[in-house]
């Protein structure tokens, strides 16, 4: 120690850990101490000796276990990695890696900084191809193969012992869901080999191949890109270096290629849509569009297109190629091969019906555009004729051929040339063959009845309507019984006045009250016109019971209406009180009004005050304000003070009740809380604590309020009251402006003659009083 003292610190902490760690030529007693070896290695680092601090690491690794080498390892690959000695750093590497080859991503990289990108690109093929290899950056295979991908193909001439052809061809099959990158980086690496060629056979080879609309936009824009870079490249060389014909034809078939992959864009496009689904109908129609002016394309695809699509399969309807493939060859002339194809096409096996049944239809028409009539008639009835073994209509197990016979389209179109072309009998047994089948619909019915009044066979056209009403029920049947009824009427009459009743009864018979508003009608205008006036009476009166709720207020109204003109006024009341009775409360107040109007007509002012007290009680005065003026209106030109007391009496008391219904306020309470802000604070403000009942309890306060207020006063309206202090002079002119019909007297009368009474009678007669009721 004491040998020591005269050395500096740096130089006596060297010897220190020189001594504890052993001499180059002996081991130290304490070898297995990496923290003094750790900072004996960094002493040297530090002293920047390079040959001897490698050496400290080497003899530190063979000192300690190797389980304490993970502790040595950093600090000498940081080392390693702080000088330009490349081998050596790479040897180093090499080592650690046999320790942990895990961290095969950190050496990739010291390579790639090292620009040695070959032996880069062979330890990343070796991690890609390692299936347990775990990446310490948490990438996945996709992620290292994309990595490798794009390093060997953007250095061709520093990678050479790898086959980047086949890596990358590899990664194809590997990584289905990124083709594109993939195909555009084995491009690249020829392109950056310089065997232009080649790229542009990987790029046709990708454009071919690709199932992703996206695979192919990123090759195909790759592709476009570099097309342009070639051309923009010959342009440039030919600008410095001067132009030669053979500059400008090479020029030129670039321009030319590069121009026909941009028009070749569409249609390779729409191969990758059909490499997707080859059974898409829709996109065969785009292509065979895409090939328009080209009729040698367009027959080889649609000959491809019947070829592949399987009826099974298809998205869309398969039919529809047949059926353009033919129509192709007949605006070309060739009709006999629009025949044959339509023939082919009636032997498919397709999945629906339809489709088939539109093949037949097709035959027909072409034939009809050709005027080949007797023809279109053949081939309509060959489709309708029954097959050697029948099957229902939806049997899947049967193919269309057996099927097709119950086609509603094939046998509505043979009936429309069967009325057009036909005779009558074989028309006839058309319809009688789609009803017998029971695939007619209620048009079909219709149009057969019809046809027969057409040929005046009106008898046979009401059997017609007969055996539709027995195919179809409520609500299909609407049409038919209306038909029926109208058609049936219009050729009777009266003459057969019972048949009509009953054919009504039958139609009336299980009815919906959605439908039954029509036929009521019409069944009321038969005995209107032909029938008795009871029994149309009658009829609406089973009208407003039979229709829906939403439509017996207009019933009502078409049933006083014709109530008033048969029997007159008078006969209406009844009707209005049981319509008071079975409507809503907003169409009751119509009906109560419209009856109160007709009653003062009448004369009946006894009635009709009865009659606006009984629909007091369903007039809330908050919202029916109008009902009120007009009550207020009758008493101020029909009645006298007491029964305008007594208005505003009952005003009072049904305001009160309504003000005691804790549904109404509540609802009353939402609506204002609706219009505010929503909250409970809003409705009682500083007491957003309080219960709901509360709040009701206060809103009842509040509305109670509001009604003292909205009371008339003396000084505003002069109605007053018999507690009133007013004079008796001012009741006497009160009772001259509420009754401006009162009969003026003589002044030689007694004075009190022109007061009014204790008992409030007033002196035009008019009626007292709040009636007696309904008498």
């Keep these: 120690m004491g040998s020591w003292a005269g050395l500096s610190p740096g130089a006596g902490g060297f010897w220190v850990l020189l001594h504890l760690c052993g001499s180059p030529s002996r081991l130290s007693p304490h070898p297995q101490m990496p923290r003094l070896w750790l900072d004996y290695c960094q002493f040297l680092m530090d002293q920047g000796r390079v040959t001897h601090t490698r050496r400290t690491f080497d003899r530190a690794l063979r000192a300690l276990p190797i389980t304490q080498h993970s502790r040595i390892w950093p600090l000498y690959l940081r080392f390693l990695r702080s000088h330009p000695l490349p081998e050596t750093a790479v040897r180093g590497y090499r080592r650690f890696l046999k320790l942990s080859p895990e961290s095969a991503e950190e050496y990739i990289e010291y390579l790639k900084s090292s620009d040695r990108l070959d032996e880069a690109a062979q330890r990343l093929a070796t991690v890609v191809n390692d299936e347990r290899f775990v990446s310490k950056a948490g990438k996945s295979n996709y992620q290292l193969w994309h990595e490798l991908c794009d390093l060997i193909s953007q250095n061709p001439d520093k990678v050479q012992s790898l086959n980047v052809d086949a890596i990358i061809r590899g990664g194809l099959t590997r990584f289905t869901d990124q083709l594109g990158k993939l195909w555009c980086s084995l491009a690249d690496y020829y392109i950056r080999s310089g065997h232009f060629e080649k790229a542009r056979d990987v790029y046709e080879e990708a454009i071919r191949t690709v199932m992703t609309v996206r695979d192919f936009t990123q090759v195909f824009d790759s592709y476009a890109q570099f097309e342009e870079s070639m051309i923009a490249a010959k342009m440039e060389t030919a600008s410095e270096l001067g132009r030669e014909e053979e500059d400008d034809v090479d020029l030129e078939l670039r321009l030319a290629r590069f121009e026909q992959l941009i028009s070749r864009r569409p249609l390779l496009l729409n191969s990758v849509l059909l490499r997707q689904n080859p059974h898409h109908v829709h996109e065969w129609h785009k292509r065979v569009a895409l090939h328009q002016g080209r009729p040698r394309e367009i027959i080889n695809t649609y000959t491809e297109a019947v070829q592949t699509v399987d009826p099974f399969k298809a998205t869309g309807k398969p039919h529809t190629l047949w059926v353009a493939f033919a129509k192709f060859y007949e605006d070309n002339g060739q009709l006999d091969d629009a025949r044959v194809i339509l023939e082919k096409a009636t032997k498919v096996n397709f999945k629906q019906v339809d489709d088939l049944a539109s093949v037949w239809c097709q035959c027909g028409e072409l034939e009809l555009r050709h005027e080949n009539y007797d023809e279109a008639l053949r081939l309509l009835r060959k489709a309708t004729a029954l097959p050697a073994r029948r099957a229902e209509y939806f049997d899947g197990s049967e193919p269309v051929q057996n099927r097709v016979y119950k086609s509603l389209k094939v046998w509505s179109m043979l009936a429309d040339l069967e009325e057009s072309l036909g005779t009558f009998q074989s028309t006839k047994a058309v319809y009688d063959r789609i009803l017998d089948l029971r695939i007619a619909t209620p048009q079909i019915v219709i149009n057969y009845a019809m046809f027969l009044e057409e040929h005046k066979y009106f008898e046979e056209s009401f059997k017609a309507y007969e055996r539709g009403i027995s195919l179809f029920k409520w609500p299909n049947v609407s049409d038919i019984w209306s038909t029926y009824l109208t058609k049936f009427i219009a050729r009777y009459g009266g003459r057969k006045l019972e048949r009509a009743r009953d054919l009504f009864e039958q139609a009336l018979d299980?009815?919906?009250?959605?439908?039954?508003?029509?036929?009521?009608?019409?069944?009321?205008?038969?005995?209107?016109?032909?029938?008795?006036?009871?029994?149309?009476?009658?009829?609406?009166?089973?009208?407003?019971?039979?229709?829906?709720?939403?439509?017996?207020?207009?019933?009502?109204?078409?049933?006083?209406?014709?109530?008033?003109?048969?029997?007159?006024?008078?006969?209406?009341?009844?009707?209005?009180?049981?319509?008071?009775?079975?409507?809503?409360?907003?169409?009751?107040?119509?009906?109560?009004?419209?009856?109160?109007?007709?009653?003062?007509?009448?004369?009946?002012?006894?009635?009709?005050?009865?009659?606006?007290?009984?629909?007091?009680?369903?007039?809330?005065?908050?919202?029916?304000?109008?009902?009120?003026?007009?009550?207020?209106?009758?008493?101020?030109?029909?009645?006298?003070?007491?029964?305008?007391?007594?208005?505003?009496?009952?005003?009072?008391?049904?305001?009160?009740?309504?003000?005691?219904?804790?549904?109404?306020?509540?609802?009353?309470?939402?609506?204002?809380?609706?219009?505010?802000?929503?909250?409970?604070?809003?409705?009682?403000?500083?007491?957003?604590?309080?219960?709901?009942?509360?709040?009701?309890?206060?809103?009842?306060?509040?509305?109670?309020?509001?009604?003292?207020?909205?009371?008339?006063?003396?000084?505003?309206?002069?109605?007053?009251?018999?507690?009133?202090?007013?004079?008796?002079?001012?009741?006497?002119?009160?009772?001259?402006?509420?009754?401006?019909?009162?009969?003026?007297?003589?002044?030689?009368?007694?004075?009190?003659?022109?007061?009014?009474?204790?008992?409030?009678?007033?002196?035009?007669?008019?009626?007292?009083?709040?009636?007696?009721?309904?008498?």
């Design 510 to 775: 299980g009815c919906p009250p959605k439908y039954a508003k029509t036929l009521y009608l019409l069944y009321a205008q038969l005995e209107e016109e032909w029938g008795l006036a009871r029994h149309a009476m009658a009829v609406y009166e089973r009208a407003t019971r039979a229709v829906e709720p939403a439509q017996q207020y207009d019933m009502f109204n078409i049933y006083i209406k014709r109530a008033a003109e048969i029997y007159g006024v008078t006969h209406t009341r009844g009707i209005y009180q049981k319509a008071i009775e079975v409507l809503s409360d907003e169409h009751a107040r119509e009906m109560c009004l419209r009856f109160a109007d007709m009653e003062c007509k009448l004369g009946e002012i006894d009635r009709a005050r009865a009659i606006y007290s009984f629909c007091s009680q369903i007039c809330d005065p908050r919202t029916t304000g109008a009902f009120w003026q007009t009550w207020k209106d009758f008493e101020v030109r029909h009645g006298n003070e007491d029964t305008i007391k007594e208005m505003l009496r009952i005003r009072r008391s049904v305001q009160a009740t309504y003000n005691t219904q804790v549904n109404f306020m509540a609802s009353q309470m939402l609506k204002v809380s609706g219009s505010a802000t929503g909250t409970v604070s809003d409705l009682a403000p500083g007491q957003s604590g309080m219960d709901d009942m509360k709040l009701l309890e206060q809103r009842a306060e509040q509305l109670a309020a509001e009604a003292e207020r909205d009371q008339p006063l003396r000084a505003q309206s002069k109605i007053l009251f018999v507690r009133s202090d007013a004079s008796r002079e001012e009741l006497a002119e009160l009772a001259q402006q509420v009754n401006p019909e009162e009969i003026q007297l003589g002044e030689d009368e007694d004075e009190d003659e022109m007061d009014l009474e204790p008992n409030g009678e007033g002196p035009a007669g008019a009626g007292t009083g709040a009636g007696p009721g309904w008498a």
